[in-house]
């Protein structure tokens, strides 16, 4: 059991109850506010999971009002129309946001202001849309004397659709928080760099998400449309956006059911003291600068921790063993006359380099010789801007990193980068998904049994990642090196770009970790391309190895023939730790 | 007992709730370098981040030619002649590498760096880009540049050496050996057992948070503090 | 020929007093990362100084010191207490911001009133120039404009001080390791951001409605200049300044007011998708 699901009983209890104790006006009113309930989940499953924030989701919400309020205005007497001409006010916000979404994300890695201002922008662009195309929308008037659904009232029976509604979202949202796609949206939010090294397309993901709240912004617009008999373009204004905003914020962004206590209590207060207490406003300022000050987790924050003690965590064996397929065509990696160039500056000087074994390569040079940028070339994190880089007969020069990884090309980074919030069990998951998922296995609770006999090689190597609830913020650089090195090898790619694996490690450290990249790479026929300073690593890790001298290649052979070679040993010089 | 440039005295600090660090006790005078050699996690950065003033002590003590500074904050221990180069994040990344050198100083002049640069020529060639866009070994060197060039009274160094190329790791400890001859004090925290052996006239080994051997250079030392990492 | 006279000096007015709106939200999300959802308020608050200062029958000039005093003040106790514990957490910054722009606009609402204000020109009457008739108010405040600005980029290019703010925010720990005073610097920062838009709602103050809720607008306007413009340089905030000011007034010349205010948004929505950084991008 979780938190969310002891609070969600004991509110909708309470929302149940209202009708009979308090009235049908106040559940009237309070039905609204269950409406903005939804779209403020919406928000929170953007914000709280996924790491976006979308500013202007009054957008969606007054697309779907006004799709809504047309339907039941022209098709009122032929449900046979009205009901999938609703279902589109659903799915119309939802293909708009999913659309925009990834026509934003696909060009902006991270989750920067912009995407939030881009939404801000599109709300105020639609608003001034709404209010002058009276022909369309009704103007400064809006669409008035729209009909309740077929067979309800807005005043009495309609308030329990609504709450079916609110049901119906939370389940989809508690659903896909406990799927591995709640997994994932999570470590988008974590770590989006590190899920597109691993194959995952995060444009995609965050854009699904966005999706999805706008399909639930839509349906409540839709009912709110049948509510409240008008609408206008009020509905899509950046003020009722901010509000929901507010209200997200106050109920609680990382939780499912704080967002719509949020909009009630806080909603209906406003609507109901604006105009009677004076400061009203101004208190509502205070308390909301104060939850973001010290209470960023809002209500639900603070009762979480009321009631922690009670949820229990539940944990899965990992009984569905997977085979990992061994490689048909030997890795090999071809960089022809590569350039790049930052700025003014060439980093890449017609880099040509080739890698036709299977093997562990090491690739050396001093400081500044181009070692990390040419893997930044090869995944897509530099542009190219002269040559071509192959893999395996097929040319990937600018592919973007999750279509690279997707190829069988891994990489882990010089400074490790996991996922600080989640455990480690999360990372084995994530990196073992890496490999597929199918739609089902994306909603269903199977993926997390998932293992297969790499993860076991790991598990005898390296005691720590046997302990899966650990959180990894909480592991010692040692291990997270361990643990980014185990996420990027677990899914057998057919080779994996190790960025100075040692860097930080103690000698012994250093010793052991070269003993499992060596073990690993041979054992499942990983190949492994290594850069590296440290000579003792070198010695133990290389079956051939590349130097790198100013952006170019400067020589290659047996670490015999380098250390034979005048050349490199004219700009180079090994050093042991 | 004279005055030491720099005095540590039973030092304790740590995170929150957790302490690290205990007991830490050490002096360094005019024109000497003492090294720090320990495992990682053992509380080496933990410590150097004390000294410069990013971690408030818990107890103890450190005094800088006589001055008590263990309340002053990072940037008044600066102005009292301690230059600082931390391990992590070492540069201000979206700054050109130019800005990076010049910021702290009233006039934009790099002549006070012309003989660094003529030990790390890439520094110079890149002096327009900004130093995000440098690779590790090079952000490294550009720390150790600037820290350098302060001529300090006492310079603190975290592992100065991650991810350079050795040849510029020779000429880190020409450029070191050169402010002792100054009669600077340099605390080094380091993982290369060669720049260890090339500046240091005394080395501490920690572990656990505390100070577990001392000792002073010489032949033995690399098999000394070998044996004692292996445990 | 008279007509275009007239055109010119009015997108000159319009790009001068735009680019001074912009400032004070140029400044504060330039140099710290906080994009100042109060700025309008901060503006709104100049201008009721002015007001303030008119009805209480004084010289109007004295509502400049004022207004840069009363909102150099407020800002710097917002930065001491909310701000401070918010840089690196941009979203926080956003809504924190955004609920201190709410408790501006209530404050102001219960010390002035929902009601409309204004304030006279203390200089009345218009002046002919190249053929036209045009206010001597506006004149004189586009020629102080013309010469602050200058005086601000020569400063601005010749000092180390933008750098070191811009070097705090990229890396906080290291700037006080180099010696500086982080907190105090931000501080002034903070300040001098939200003295500059005080500044402007004071001297724009007989040219616009006065009301609680007049800073939106201002906030939009000014938000969009940094879009086009780009962050960190007076070059960008000129660039945006001309570009949102002569599409604006190009838009609703043509086709009237939404037209021009569709335009504007359409041309900002292009830029923070396609080119984020702005048309100049900081160095």
């Given at each position: 059991m979780r938190v969310a699901d002891l609070s969600f009983p004991v509110v909708l209890a309470l929302i149940c109850a209202v009708p009979f104790t308090m009235g049908e006006f106040t559940a009237h009113q309070l039905g609204l506010f269950l409406l903005y309930g939804i779209v403020a989940q919406g928000i929170a499953l953007c914000w709280g999971k996924v790491g976006i924030l979308p500013l202007g989701q009054s957008l969606f919400f007054g697309l779907g009002a006004y799709l809504g309020g047309s339907a039941l205005i022209a098709y009122e007497t032929q449900p046979v129309v009205l009901y999938p001409a609703l279902l589109g006010a659903i799915l119309v916000p939802a293909a708009l946001a999913g659309g925009i979404g990834f026509l934003v994300f696909r060009r902006q890695v991270g989750s920067g202001p912009y995407f939030s201002l881009i939404t801000l922008a599109l709300t105020m662009l639609a608003y001034q849309v709404a209010l002058s195309t009276d022909w369309l929308t009704g103007g400064f008037n809006g669409l008035s004397g729209i009909p309740s659904l077929p067979g309800t009232d807005p005043w009495t029976n309609l308030y329990w659709v609504i709450v079916l509604a609110l049901i119906l979202s939370t389940t989809v949202l508690l659903w896909i928080t406990r799927s591995p796609l709640g997994q994932l949206f999570q470590a988008v939010s974590e770590n989006e760099l590190?899920?597109?090294?691993?194959?995952?397309?995060?444009?995609?993901?965050?854009?699904?998400?966005?999706?999805?709240?706008?399909?639930?912004?839509?349906?409540?617009?839709?009912?709110?449309?049948?509510?409240?008999?008008?609408?206008?373009?009020?509905?899509?204004?950046?003020?009722?956006?901010?509000?929901?905003?507010?209200?997200?914020?106050?109920?609680?962004?990382?939780?499912?059911?704080?967002?719509?206590?949020?909009?009630?209590?806080?909603?209906?207060?406003?609507?109901?003291?604006?105009?009677?207490?004076?400061?009203?406003?101004?208190?509502?300022?205070?308390?909301?600068?104060?939850?973001?000050?010290?209470?960023?987790?809002?209500?639900?924050?603070?009762?979480?921790?009321?009631?922690?003690?009670?949820?229990?965590?539940?944990?899965?064996?990992?009984?569905?063993?997977?085979?990992?397929?061994?490689?048909?065509?030997?890795?090999?990696?071809?960089?022809?006359?590569?350039?790049?160039?930052?700025?003014?500056?060439?980093?890449?000087?017609?880099?040509?380099?080739?890698?036709?074994?299977?093997?562990?390569?090491?690739?050396?040079?001093?400081?500044?010789?181009?070692?990390?940028?040419?893997?930044?070339?090869?995944?897509?994190?530099?542009?190219?801007?002269?040559?071509?880089?192959?893999?395996?007969?097929?040319?990937?020069?600018?592919?973007?990193?999750?279509?690279?990884?997707?190829?069988?090309?891994?990489?882990?980074?010089?400074?490790?980068?996991?996922?600080?919030?989640?455990?480690?069990?999360?990372?084995?998951?994530?990196?073992?998904?890496?490999?597929?998922?199918?739609?089902?296995?994306?909603?269903?609770?199977?993926?997390?049994?998932?293992?297969?006999?790499?993860?076991?090689?790991?598990?005898?190597?390296?005691?720590?990642?046997?302990?899966?609830?650990?959180?990894?913020?909480?592991?010692?650089?040692?291990?997270?090196?361990?643990?980014?090195?185990?996420?990027?090898?677990?899914?057998?790619?057919?080779?994996?770009?190790?960025?100075?694996?040692?860097?930080?490690?103690?000698?012994?450290?250093?010793?052991?970790?070269?003993?499992?990249?060596?073990?690993?790479?041979?054992?499942?026929?990983?190949?492994?391309?290594?850069?590296?300073?440290?000579?003792?690593?070198?010695?133990?890790?290389?079956?051939?190895?590349?130097?790198?001298?100013?952006?170019?290649?400067?020589?290659?052979?047996?670490?015999?023939?380098?250390?034979?070679?005048?050349?490199?040993?004219?700009?180079?010089?090994?050093?042991?730790? | 007992m004279s005055m030491q440039q720099f005095t540590v005295q039973n030092l304790a600090t740590g995170y929150g709730d957790l302490?690290?660090?205990?007991?830490?006790?050490?002096?360094?005078?005019?024109?000497?370098?003492?090294?720090?050699?320990?495992?990682?996690?053992?509380?080496?950065?933990?410590?150097?981040?004390?000294?410069?003033?990013?971690?408030?002590?818990?107890?103890?003590?450190?005094?800088?030619?006589?001055?008590?500074?263990?309340?002053?904050?990072?940037?008044?221990?600066?102005?009292?002649?301690?230059?600082?180069?931390?391990?992590?994040?070492?540069t201000f990344a979206p700054l050109s590498v130019k800005e990076n050198l010049t910021l702290h100083y009233q006039d934009q002049n790099l002549e006070r760096y012309e003989h660094l640069f003529a030990l790390f020529p890439r520094i110079r060639e890149r002096l327009e880009q900004s130093a995000g866009s440098l690779s590790g070994g090079e952000r490294k060197i550009l720390s150790f540049t600037r820290v350098m060039a302060e001529d300090a009274q006492v310079v603190l160094l975290d592992e100065p050496t991650e991810g350079v190329a050795p040849e510029n790791i020779d000429h880190m400890a020409t450029v070191i050996r050169s402010t002792l001859q100054a009669r600077h004090s340099v605390i080094v925290v380091e993982q290369n057992l060669s720049l260890i052996e090339a500046i240091a006239d005394r080395v501490i080994v920690m572990d656990h948070g505390a100070i577990i051997h001392e000792t002073a250079n010489g032949p033995e030392l690399r098999n000394e503090i070998s044996n004692l990492l292996k445990v | 020929m008279e007509s275009s006279v007239l055109f010119l000096l009015n997108t000159s007015y319009a790009v001068l007093t735009l680019a001074l709106v912009v400032l004070g939200l140029a400044i504060i999300f330039g140099l710290l990362g906080v994009l100042n959802m109060a700025h309008g308020e901060f503006v709104a608050i100049g201008a009721y100084c002015a007001f303030a200062v008119q009805s209480a029958g004084l010289p109007l000039i004295l509502s400049l010191p004022l207004a840069i005093i009363t909102t150099g003040a407020v800002g710097w106790l917002i930065e001491a207490s909310v701000i401070r514990h918010l840089y690196k957490r941009p979203f926080d910054t956003l809504l924190a911001t955004w609920g201190l722009s709410i408790l501006l606009r209530e404050g102001i609402e219960l010390a002035f009133g929902l009601e409309y204000r204004s304030v006279s020109e203390p200089v009345s009457g218009s002046v002919r120039l190249l053929g036209v008739d045009y206010p001597i108010y506006r004149i004189m405040l586009m020629v102080a404009l013309l010469i602050g600005f200058a005086a601000l980029y020569v400063w601005y290019r010749r000092s180390n001080a933008g750098v070191r703010v811009r070097a705090m925010i990229a890396n906080p720990q290291l700037a006080t390791i180099v010696g500086i005073d982080t907190q105090k610097l931000a501080r002034l920062a903070f300040a001098a951001g939200a003295a500059s838009a005080g500044l402007a709602g004071a001297m724009l103050a007989p040219l616009v409605r006065i009301e609680p809720f007049m800073g939106i607008d201002f906030l939009l306007q000014s938000f969009f200049v940094l879009v086009v413009g780009g962050l960190g340089s007076l070059e960008g905030l000129f660039i945006g300044s001309s570009l949102i000011g002569g599409a604006e007034s190009a838009g609703s010349t043509l086709m009237g007011g939404t037209a021009g205010y569709v335009t504007v948004l359409l041309i900002s929505i292009l830029f923070l998708w396609l080119k984020p950084e702005g048309l100049h991008a900081r160095r």
């Open positions: 590190r899920m597109s090294f691993l194959g995952y397309d995060t444009a995609k993901l965050k854009a699904l998400a966005f999706a999805i709240s706008a399909g639930l912004a839509g349906m409540a617009g839709a009912l709110f449309a049948a509510q409240q008999g008008i609408v206008t373009p009020q509905s899509l204004s950046y003020l009722l956006a901010g509000e929901l905003l507010i209200w997200t914020a106050l109920g609680g962004r990382n939780s499912l059911i704080g967002p719509v206590v949020g909009a009630v209590l806080v909603g209906m207060l406003t609507s109901e003291l604006r105009n009677t207490v004076q400061s009203w406003e101004i208190i509502m300022a205070l308390l909301f600068i104060g939850t973001v000050l010290f209470a960023p987790r809002g209500l639900a924050g603070l009762t979480e921790r009321f009631l922690a003690p009670f949820a229990q965590k539940t944990k899965t064996d990992r009984d569905d063993l997977r085979t990992v397929d061994r490689p048909l065509v030997p890795a090999s990696l071809r960089f022809k006359d590569v350039n790049v160039s930052v700025g003014a500056v060439n980093i890449l000087r017609g880099l040509t380099l080739d890698v036709k074994k299977t093997g562990l390569h090491c690739v050396i040079g001093p400081n500044g010789a181009g070692k990390t940028s040419a893997f930044n070339a090869m995944t897509g994190r530099l542009p190219v801007t002269g040559g071509q880089i192959h893999w395996k007969e097929r040319e990937i020069t600018n592919l973007p990193p999750h279509r690279v990884a997707r190829l069988g090309i891994a990489r882990k980074l010089q400074v490790p980068a996991i996922f600080p919030d989640m455990t480690i069990g999360q990372h084995i998951d994530i990196g073992l998904w890496s490999t597929g998922l199918t739609v089902s296995e994306m909603l269903g609770q199977r993926a997390f049994r998932r293992r297969n006999e790499i993860l076991d090689v790991l598990h005898d190597l390296f005691p720590v990642l046997g302990d899966e609830s650990k959180r990894a913020g909480s592991l010692s650089l040692g291990h997270r090196q361990v643990l980014e090195f185990a996420l990027s090898v677990i899914a057998r790619p057919n080779l994996v770009l190790l960025d100075e694996p040692c860097a930080g490690l103690s000698t012994e450290e250093t010793a052991e970790l070269t003993a499992a990249i060596r073990q690993i790479c041979r054992k499942f026929e990983i190949s492994a391309l290594i850069i590296e300073h440290d000579f003792s690593v070198i010695e133990s890790l290389s079956d051939h190895v590349y130097v790198l001298h100013q952006g170019a290649a400067l020589s290659e052979g047996s670490l015999e023939d380098i250390r034979a070679d005048t050349t490199v040993q004219a700009v180079y010089a090994g050093g042991r730790k | 302490q690290v660090l205990q007991d830490i006790s050490f002096d360094v005078g005019a024109g000497e370098c003492l090294c720090i050699a320990g495992r990682n996690g053992v509380g080496k950065t933990t410590l150097m981040r004390a000294l410069s003033g990013e971690l408030p002590l818990i107890s103890g003590g450190i005094q800088m030619q006589g001055t008590e500074i263990s309340a002053l904050p990072t940037n008044r221990r600066h102005g009292l002649g301690l230059s600082y180069g931390p391990q992590d994040s070492v | -």
